[in-house]
């Protein structure tokens, strides 16, 4: 009986090991969304039609927010508001539900060298290495250029959009 045991434990481990090898050889590709250094991120939606006029209320619009530049023209910014390190991309994804990423492009990764947004693809770029980003389908997953081209992928860095209890939307770091 010990010995069957024996050769029962041997074929188990001969298994896994077959089994085990084409994994850790695959590897597992991990896309990084993290890179952009983390900044505060606060902004504000107080009533429904601050956020018809400033947010992005049906599918494919898309907004950018960068408090050090006003940008958008006649938002009201308080003191407390808050808008990444690059800045914030709003884009109403194609079902029309909000998304917000930074502008901050990951590989470049300052805080001036800003994604913009191609309407005739659907896509956002950056205009200094070429990587493009989904951010109407795929959750800012890159589809091209460094940024997709590297063992380890950068997208763009996601933050949150909820519901606050006053029924105001907010975008905030989470």
Avoid at 73 to 92: C, D, K, R, S, W
Avoid at 108 to 130: L, Q, S, T
Wanted: glycine share 10%.
């Amino acid at each position: 009986m010990k010995v069957f045991g024996k050769h029962i434990c041997w074929w188990m481990a001969f298994v896994a090991v077959l089994w085990g090898v084409p994994f850790m050889l695959t590897g597992c590709r991990h896309v990084d969304d993290d890179r952009t250094p983390p900044a505060g991120v606060w902004i504000v939606f107080a009533t429904e039609p601050e956020w018809t006029k400033y947010g992005v209320p049906a599918a494919l619009d898309h907004r950018e927010f960068i408090l050090s530049e006003g940008i958008p023209a006649g938002f009201p910014y308080t003191a407390m508001m808050q808008t990444g390190y690059g800045g914030v991309l709003l884009a109403g994804d194609i079902n029309g539900r909000p998304a917000a990423y930074d502008l901050s492009c990951p590989v470049e990764n300052k805080p001036d060298v800003r994604i913009r947004v191609d309407d005739e693809r659907n896509d956002a770029y950056c205009p200094r290495c070429g990587s493009r980003y989904s951010i109407y389908s795929n959750h800012g997953l890159p589809t091209e250029g460094p940024a997709a081209d590297s063992d380890n992928p950068y997208a763009l860095r996601k933050y949150t959009i909820a519901a606050g209890p006053n029924g105001e939307f907010r975008v905030v770091r989470p």
